[in-house]
């Protein structure tokens, strides 16, 4: 077993984690926290306090996950024009 290393003050909403790894932080109300772990990737958590059942969700963008949870781009997805599929080469308009 490997040795692990977490530490976490709270300031209010903000909390600082302090771990093997590096800081992160997070913001947030017991049970919904938003924040960037210790090595840089951005994350939700959601958790049902005293239970120990949580959700944690990691990504790259803190609104892709907004959007994907809430749905925010099923208005531009709807309004953006559709693309003409691709032309089919003939025998005589091949590349080759």
């Avoid at 005293?50 to 963008?61: D, L, N, P, V």
């Amino acid at each position: 077993m490997g040795f692990s290393f977490r530490k976490s003050y709270t300031f209010g909403p903000l909390r600082v984690n302090l771990s093997k790894s590096g800081v992160g932080f997070s913001f947030g109300v017991k049970g919904l926290r938003a924040g960037y772990s210790a090595n840089g990737r951005k994350y939700v958590s959601a958790s049902v306090p005293g239970t120990g059942a949580r959700y944690y969700k990691s990504t790259k963008s803190l609104s892709g996950l907004w959007n994907e949870w809430f749905g925010g781009d099923e208005e531009e997805a709807e309004a953006a024009p559709k693309k003409k599929p691709a032309k089919k080469l003939t025998k005589k308009e091949s590349f080759w």
